[in-house]
């Protein structure tokens, strides 16, 4: 079955580029915005790939409510790459995180959908490495 979702976005006050001090590059915005419809594609087409099926029925989760997370984005080059890193808070847990707009969130473990993350290539225009944190 094809799932009908409605636009795919995550509002600009819900984004934050974090500033670290490893931070390799500041993604633009025009990356920033790729980078999140890509994300958004790439989770709406998963039960085509060979993600494990906890991944393909957490994506289907996190589908249903994408517009309320709130994500940290931070550019990175890797293997001389260059790409961003999405980590995403769910709306119920971002107040535990004040600082969440200049401090990267440390995932605890558990609380499933309400944490996830996913890197985003921007030379190839792909994402993987997508992880969901366990329940618990």
Known sequence: THLCYAELTIPKENRAVIKSPDLTWIPSENN???ALSTVAEYL???DNSNAGTYDK???KKI???YSDYFVQLLGRIVEGKKRIYCYFLASEVKHRYPEWREDLVIFPLGGG???WGIEYDIETGKCFNFRVNAEM
């Open 63 to 65: 589908l249903s409510n």
């Open 57 to 59: 029925e957490s994506a």
């Open 32 to 34: 920033i915005e790729k």
């Open 113 to 115: 959908c309400c944490y």
């Open 44 to 46: 709406k087409n998963i």
